[in-house]
């Protein structure tokens, strides 16, 4: 049974304005302008106690230990982890974008015959979407997705890793995502 995991509890809220752009009629600098705010949601190991999150919102913790093993081959999904964003991002709360990534110090395992392919995300409203699975330390456009602008932000998310066992190796094959994968929602 899946453990529900309240990593985004602990999300470190982060609040970003652009630099709006001078007003011909010389309005107050206020006006008209939308506040993006930010939300990183590194999610914590599967395998961790969760209450002291739960009661530590200021602290960030990371997406977690998710794997996935199959005896044959063909499409596999890891055990994936839920993420509860209502006492992070306030209520009424909309989408901008979601970024997710596996930084390039995430200890990854795979078998030798399989792929990791992607992050799987659904939402509390019940939209999905797939972003590239990715290593890096600077995410582009390849580990955002704006398919969730406009749905509900303050809400529950699922996360799983999807990925391809082409041939099996071992007899049990698959792959290991050791924790750190980040998830960054913005929202206005």
Same mark, same amino acid.
């Given at each position: 049974?899946?453990?529900?995991?309240?990593?985004?509890?602990?999300?470190?809220? =982060?609040?970003?304005?652009?630099?709006?752009?001078?007003?011909?009629?010389?309005?107050?600098?206020?006006?008209?302008?939308?506040?993006?705010?930010?939300?990183?949601?590194?999610?914590?190991?599967?395998?961790?106690?969760y209450a002291t999150y739960a009661i530590n919102q200021s602290t960030t913790s990371t997406l977690a230990k998710d794997f996935a093993t199959s005896r044959s081959t063909g499409k596999i999904?890891?055990?994936?982890?839920?993420?509860?964003?209502?006492?992070?991002?306030?209520?009424?709360?909309?989408?901008?974008? =979601?970024?997710?990534?596996?930084?390039?110090? =995430?200890?990854?395992?795979?078998?030798? @015959?399989?792929?990791?392919?992607? @992050?799987?995300?659904?939402?509390?409203?019940?939209?999905?979407?797939? =972003?590239?699975?990715q290593k890096t330390n600077t995410p582009t456009s390849t580990s955002k997705t704006t398919a969730f602008a406009g749905d509900n932000a303050s809400s529950l998310w699922f996360v799983q890793?999807?990925?391809?066992?082409?041939?099996?190796?071992?007899?049990?094959?698959?792959?290991?995502?050791?924790?750190?994968?980040?998830?960054?929602?913005? @929202?206005?």
């Amino acid at each position: 049974m899946k453990k529900l995991l309240y990593a985004g509890l602990t999300a470190a809220m =982060v609040l970003s304005t652009g630099t709006p752009a001078t007003l011909a009629s010389e309005r107050p600098l206020t006006e008209n302008l939308t506040e993006i705010k930010t939300v990183e949601v590194p999610l914590v190991d599967v395998l961790e106690d969760y209450a002291t999150y739960a009661i530590n919102q200021s602290t960030t913790s990371t997406l977690a230990k998710d794997f996935a093993t199959s005896r044959s081959t063909g499409k596999i999904s890891s055990i994936g982890q839920n993420i509860d964003l209502s006492k992070v991002i306030p209520t009424g709360s909309k989408v901008v974008s =979601v970024t997710i990534y596996c930084p390039t110090n =995430v200890s990854v395992t795979q078998s030798l @015959y399989t792929s990791i392919d992607n @992050y799987r995300l659904t939402n509390g409203d019940g939209t999905t979407a797939t =972003v590239k699975f990715q290593k890096t330390n600077t995410p582009t456009s390849t580990s955002k997705t704006t398919a969730f602008a406009g749905d509900n932000a303050s809400s529950l998310w699922f996360v799983q890793i999807e990925g391809t066992v082409l041939m099996q190796h071992t007899g049990m094959d698959g792959f290991t995502v050791f924790g750190g994968s980040k998830m960054i929602v913005e @929202y206005n």
